[in-house]
């Protein structure tokens, strides 16, 4: 059995999220019917529909039909969950909105995924991911030469908002355990932007400036070879750089490039040029230095490491022949995901037995209101976790050692990738330590960490360890490359995933690979962690037991990139970009006004022919497939340049034309339309001074959740936390004074008159 079997889920969603989402669930056995207009789903052609709608039956109906609007409601009905991306109002005109629909099922889950907002003038437009990276700021966050925006090749912010599409779903069939009762759950497309990329400014700080295609920081780029070749060295950490250093006979320079970041690049693209990529990955790798080479994905999926990892399936379909699609995720030893075939059509809807009110257990409050979270993880994947279930109503406790989570700053990263979470500071090699460690764990519900492969047997709290003390514990741990095959205990970061699973190659295209300025891989296994963490708990409420979870950066290479991975006989090359790629095509594509970027998309003939009139200007004979520097491309640069933006977009909306404003970060931070979504959150860090950062990640109608908590300094809350968790006081002025625990002030607020002499015992 897996965490999700017996629930049921109609799935009205189209395209990349929401489908995406019900995936998910279906992986662990949740039955999925997908509701298809007669018409088919819009993506039906993409070759990434094959792996969205794994593990679920097809069904047509047709909802502006009064029998077909029936049957969805008879099969609603009989559903745990409902899944739809309408744009806002037509539930309601359907009758397919919440509170329509709980008057016969109130312990329906009501999960509403659309691709933008919720309300305002842009949420009603077609589902484009290039309007969406456009109007949250998004696409002028990613590192670009030229002042303008950047079309991104994949569509992260819908991957983000699938996932935690899953984990609010799975979330809220938690708290209906509790009060019996469902409820309206929102994830839209701008939770996704809030998850992946976030706006974030402490507004006492000037802005970071923007980054470059290879990548800012000398220690953090991508560097090409003599032999043409690139590859991404990832030495974020001192001790890695060092050791490059070392490599490259460099070691009596380090000290005055460490600092000199100029310099740095600059030596360090020239001894690259002097060797080939071979040549160069084995020296560093030998000598334990994080980097990686530069590879189209297609070679990565098909590759001997993924193969080892376990991570790609293969199944038979009757037109395309064997399709390959990437596994699930993450591993879950107790209840696993499992994909059990590819979308398989059905005549009419399955006739499930409407669902009665089930009377729940007692209590209510937040959805993981009462799970208590233990968080080892640094940086971004491990570390964000935290925050992401926080906002689902979970106590997380950041654990740190003495030198800190290594991420660790007033940086506006480090502050929205930790914020809501409690912080103790706890130093594993004092004696005591990780005693208490193992007696906290005891009364955990979940622990997270991030080490290398094989650390956590060394200290003494692997799965075994922490089971022996707490039959009912949840243990995820993430690494870069899986717990099998040969490198399974190499160190990694996310670009280094970025560059072996395909996703810097496909953004630039042609020319020289792009560094996603986005963590993107970090920020998957985030969202991943959640996801499974979330569905680990779902299943214990009916075993009783917890169980581990695994999950990996490469797992997310290929997650966030499933639709482009899905590989068979003949099928379609995916879109390649380029240097300060503006777009795929002269119509889909960002086009400059005189004051302000919009994003224009154009698909069909009706809405082409709208585009010429409302501009007067002729596109041409087959516009659609002009290409996105060619002949009609330039001529919308030269009819837009000198258009007030504001102006424009009101024609193309009057027209039915899918444009909207393309947004530089500083205009994010006052957009009308992303304040009437609840995009922003101002709020006061104790120390740093007022930020504002996303909001949240999902909304639950009945059981909201708020993140209250900034984000902690080192140690902020030890003695607070100790004390939750029953320590008695005496020991807890004994940890402190040995130094097992410590705190930001270094005691805590215990009196320096109460700490004691550490005793023998200690």
């Not at 799965?463 to 514990?473: E, F, H, I, S, T």
């Amino acid at each position: 059995m897996s965490a999700y079997k017996g629930v049921r889920i109609a799935d009205f969603s189209q395209g990349v999220a929401g489908p995406m989402g019900a995936m998910l669930l279906g992986d662990f056995e949740a039955e999925v019917v997908k509701v298809e207009p007669p018409g088919g789903d819009r993506w039906k052609d993409h070759a990434g529909y094959l792996a969205f709608n794994r593990n679920k039956q097809v069904v047509s109906l047709d909802l502006a039909s009064a029998d077909g609007l029936a049957a969805a409601k008879a099969l609603i009905a009989g559903a745990d969950v409902a899944i739809f991306d309408h744009a806002p109002g037509k539930l309601e005109g359907l009758g397919l909105d919440h509170a329509s629909l709980a008057a016969t099922n109130p312990g329906l889950v009501h999960a509403w995924m659309p691709p933008y907002g919720t309300q305002g003038p842009w949420s009603d437009l077609p589902a484009h991911h290039s309007l969406l990276a456009g109007m949250t700021g998004t696409a002028f966050r990613q590192g670009a030469y030229a002042d303008q925006p950047v079309h991104l090749i994949l569509p992260i912010l819908w991957y983000a908002q699938a996932v935690m599409g899953s984990a609010a779903i799975g979330a809220a069939l938690i708290e209906r355990a509790r009060s019996g009762l469902g409820q309206a759950v929102t994830i839209s497309g701008l939770h996704g932007a809030s998850e992946a990329s976030g706006v974030a400014r402490a507004l006492a700080q000037p802005p970071l400036p923007r980054g470059i295609p290879p990548g800012a920081n000398p220690r953090y780029r991508l560097y090409q070879c003599a032999d043409g070749e690139w590859f991404f060295l990832g030495t974020l950490f001192t001790n890695f750089y060092r050791k490059a250093f070392e490599v490259l006979g460099l070691e009596d320079a380090f000290e005055a490039l460490e600092i000199d970041m100029l310099a740095a690049r600059d030596l360090l693209e020239g001894m690259f040029l002097t060797r080939t990529r071979a040549e160069w990955l084995e020296a560093l790798q030998a000598n334990d230095v994080p980097c990686a080479a530069v590879r189209r994905r297609e070679a990565w999926f098909a590759g001997e490491t993924v193969a080892e990892g376990g991570l790609r399936l293969t199944f038979p379909h009757p037109r395309h022949g064997e399709v390959s699609i990437p596994a699930p995720p993450a591993k879950l030893s107790a209840t696993p995901a499992s994909v059990r075939g590819l979308p398989q059509p059905m005549a009419s809807p399955p006739t499930w037995v409407p669902r009665a009110a089930a009377p729940g257990r007692g209590g209510s409050g937040a959805p993981l209101a009462g799970v208590k979270v233990l968080n080892l993880g640094t940086v971004i994947a491990g570390a964000y976790a935290g925050t992401l279930l926080t906002d689902l109503g979970a106590d997380v406790i950041k654990v740190e050692p003495p030198a800190a989570d290594p991420f660790r700053s007033d940086g506006p990263g480090f502050i929205i990738y930790n914020r809501g979470v409690r912080a103790l500071g706890l130093d594993l090699r004092k004696p005591g330590a990780k005693a208490l460690f193992l007696e906290m764990a005891a009364s955990a519900d979940v622990v997270i960490d991030n080490y290398r492969f094989g650390v956590r047997q060394r200290l003494g709290i692997d799965y075994a360890a922490l089971k022996a003390v707490n039959p009912r514990v949840i243990s995820c741990s993430i690494n870069a490359y899986g717990d099998t095959g040969a490198r399974a205990a190499l160190p990694g970061f996310d670009p280094l995933l970025q560059a072996e699973g395909g996703m810097q190659a496909a953004q630039g295209g042609e020319g020289d690979p792009i560094l996603y300025t986005i963590a993107v891989n970090d920020v998957a296994t985030a969202s991943v962690v959640t996801s499974s963490v979330v569905a680990a708990l779902h299943a214990r409420e009916r075993t009783g037991e917890g169980q581990e979870i695994l999950t990996s950066l490469m797992a997310q290479s290929l997650l966030f990139q499933l639709g482009e991975m899905v590989t068979y006989e003949g099928r379609p090359p995916n879109d390649l970009g380029g240097e300060d790629c503006l777009g795929v095509r002269a119509l889909h594509r960002y086009y400059a006004c005189a004051d302000g970027w919009i994003g224009l998309v154009c698909e069909t003939d009706a809405e082409t022919a709208a585009l010429g009139v409302a501009l007067g200007i002729d596109l041409g004979p087959a516009p659609l497939l002009e290409t996105r520097d060619g002949t009609l491309a330039q001529a919308l640069e030269a009819a837009l340049a000198a258009r007030p933006r504001g102006e424009t977009l009101a024609a193309l909306r009057a027209a039915g034309v899918p444009a909207a404003p393309v947004l530089r970060s500083a205009e994010t931070l006052q957009d009308p339309w992303l304040i009437e979504n609840g995009f922003l959150d101002h709020w006061e860090h104790p120390r740093i001074g007022p930020m504002i950062s996303a909001h949240g990640y999902a909304h639950f109608a009945r059981t909201p959740v708020e993140i209250a908590r900034p984000t902690p300094d080192l140690g902020e809350h030890s003695v607070e936390v100790l004390r939750d968790w029953g320590i008695a006081e005496g020991r807890i002025v004994e940890l402190l004074a040995t130094g097992a625990v410590f705190c930001a002030d270094g005691l805590g607020g215990i009196a320096p008159a109460q700490t004691p002499q550490p005793s023998s015992a200690a």
